[in-house]
């Protein structure tokens, strides 16, 4: 599954592995890496969304969206694309307010 990144920071997080954005604590980038590691292996979208220890949990009204949300209650949104039997997940921080992508 190939991975798009919304922000820089989540795309340095994979890139960089010296690198600990602002306000994150080493636990998060864990477990951020860790779900970027999921989406790299998996070939479509059922194998990341049934990883639990990723705790994904699905869009209520969008069946193509999810979120994972780390153990600090920061929350990574997840979009799901797919042509051609082709699967990319879109990775994206969401506010803390809203929690839903």
Avoid at 16 to 31: C, L
Avoid at 36 to 48: F, N, P, S, Y
Wanted: glycine share 8%; hydrophobic share 35%; proline share 6%.
């Amino acid at each position: 599954m190939d991975r798009e990144y919304l922000d820089g920071a989540l795309r340095r997080l994979v890139t960089d592995a010296g690198f600990q954005p602002k306000g994150w604590i080493h636990t998060e980038v864990k477990e951020y890496r860790r779900l970027v590691q999921g989406a790299r292996a998996a070939k479509v979208d059922t194998d990341l969304r049934n990883m639990r220890q990723l705790r994904i949990e699905p869009h209520a009204d969008d069946p193509a969206k999810a979120c994972a949300t780390l153990s600090s209650g920061r929350v990574i949104g997840l979009t799901f694309k797919s042509s051609d039997g082709h699967v990319t997940v879109v990775l994206e921080l969401l506010p803390p307010e809203t929690g839903t992508p």
